[in-house]
């Protein structure tokens, strides 16, 4: 069992920065690889990145290449999501989500957290 708690959301203008990060408890957190998504409002969600157990393998979607970057922190049970340049249709509730294996389909992550809130103003 692993559980997910997001921190980080907020409000920030156009061309900003944030860092999400993705607090994970239980013993097996090393074991899972983990994945962001986010869902704008009236629309379904999307995945944005995704890194394997050791850190060492990160995939993203295609259109936030050069922009976001996934990290984890094993030793500190935390995966996080370093967003730059960021663009109003950044806006969404980013979610974090663990998986056995990098998988970039909503239904290969087993657990999720609540989501944080991401708002970027033009």
């Known amino acids: 069992q692993v559980q997910l708690v997001e921190s980080g959301g907020g409000l920030v203008q156009a061309g900003g920065s944030l860092r999400l990060s993705c607090a994970a408890s239980?013993?097996?957190?090393?074991?899972?690889?983990m994945g962001w998504f986010r869902q704008a409002p009236g629309k379904e969600r999307e995945f944005v990145a995704a890194i394997d157990w050791s850190g060492g393998t990160a995939v993203y979607a295609e259109s936030l290449k050069g922009r976001f970057t996934i990290s984890r922190d094993s030793a500190k049970n935390t995966v996080y999501l370093q967003m730059n340049s960021l663009k109003p249709e950044d806006t969404a509730v980013y979610y974090c989500?663990?998986?056995?294996?990098?998988?970039?389909?909503?239904?290969?992550?087993?657990?999720w957290g609540q989501g944080t809130q991401v708002t970027v103003s033009s």
């Open positions: 989500a663990a998986a056995l294996g990098v998988k970039t389909r909503i239904s290969g992550y087993r657990y």
């Open positions: 239980g013993r097996t957190f090393s074991s899972y690889a």
